[in-house]
């Protein structure tokens, strides 16, 4: 089983630049609990900010929703993987480092996002 066959195609994005309220309402919106943030150029890296991330920022440390800004809280770079990759290797790697969710892509554009549940319900799906 490959990544790009288990993958999510349809990865909601945000800007760097918008304030973690408005990150929010994308994934109120749009039902998601991660956002990968867009990259500003072709040299730069892919982030991701997820409810953690968030919780963490504004609960733990006190942070205005409406002055922080995602390239402020969002982790950078991400972990990356080629949609040729066996999934066995990415759960392996997700499990070793207690990692959630990584990004795939291509020619270092971004395909997809693979995250542990992903990886299970296909393995669910296998054994019906």
Do not use: F, W
Not at 11 to 38: F, H, N, Q, W
Not at 109 to 121: F, K, P, T
Request: with cysteine.
């Amino acid at each position: 089983m490959l990544v790009k066959d288990i993958m999510v195609r349809n990865v909601v994005t945000v800007s760097p630049l918008a304030t973690i309220r408005e990150a929010m309402a994308v994934m109120r919106d749009k039902g998601v609990k991660s956002l990968v943030t867009d990259r500003q150029n072709e040299h730069d890296a892919y982030g991701l900010v997820t409810y953690t991330t968030i919780l963490k920022t504004i609960v733990a440390e006190e942070g205005d929703i409406d002055l922080l800004n995602v390239y402020d809280v969002c982790s950078k770079p991400v972990i990356t993987v080629p949609g040729e990759m066996e999934a066995r290797h990415v759960a392996r790697m997700m499990v070793t480092h207690d990692i959630r969710r990584v990004i795939v892509t291509s020619d270092n554009r971004l395909e997809g996002i693979i995250s542990m549940s992903d990886i299970v319900g296909a393995i669910l799906e296998m054994v019906k």
